[in-house]
């Protein structure tokens, strides 16, 4: 599998939109993944709406996992060890969903699976020359594992 280019800036609507060029019908949209994390972080998610946030977060979280993996680390200065621990991380996060117990539970769960979303889009969008951003991220899961 490739990795993703950013194509230039266009034009959708009233705003401007990161573009994703892939191969495959499934198009990252930094826009929408950012929505997403930004209305599970501003506060604690309702009950009633924390079951919708956790299906788009894991939905993006499935569709980043594989972005990270296929990338040409070795570019970046970073080991593949380091970051097939990451993601063995956030696959462990995502098969330990808290599936009963009190709605703040799982309200709380949400919120830590937007950070990890957030982690793992910065990680997808990382370039070389990036090796301190890139390690200060790894380091948070190398440390959790």
């Known amino acids: 599998m490739r990795t993703p ?3 230039r800036p266009q034009r959708h609507g009233t ?5 994703w060029a892939r191969p495959d019908k499934y198009p990252i949209d930094v826009d929408d993944i950012m929505s997403t994390i930004r209305a599970t972080l501003d506060r604690l998610p309702l009950a009633a709406t924390v079951d919708h946030l ?8 499935q569709l ?9 680390w070795a570019r ?13 991380f956030v696959r462990d996060r995502l098969s330990g969903e808290p599936m009963s117990g009190p709605a703040v539970v799982r309200c709380v769960y949400a919120q ?3 950070c990890v979303c957030r982690d793992l889009l910065a990680l997808a969008l990382v370039e070389p020359g990036a090796e301190q951003q890139l390690a ?9 594992s």
């Open 112 to 114: 830590e699976m937007a």
């Open 5 to 7: 280019e950013i194509t």
């Open 64 to 72: 980043l996992l594989p972005e990270i993996e296929s990338k040409n």
């Open 15 to 19: 705003g401007w939109r990161a573009v």
């Open 136 to 144: 200060a991220i790894t380091s948070n899961y190398l440390c959790r």
């Open 54 to 61: 956790l299906l788009q977060l894991r939905g993006h979280i």
């Open 76 to 88: 970046h200065g970073q080991d593949d060890a380091q970051i097939r621990l990451v993601t063995g």
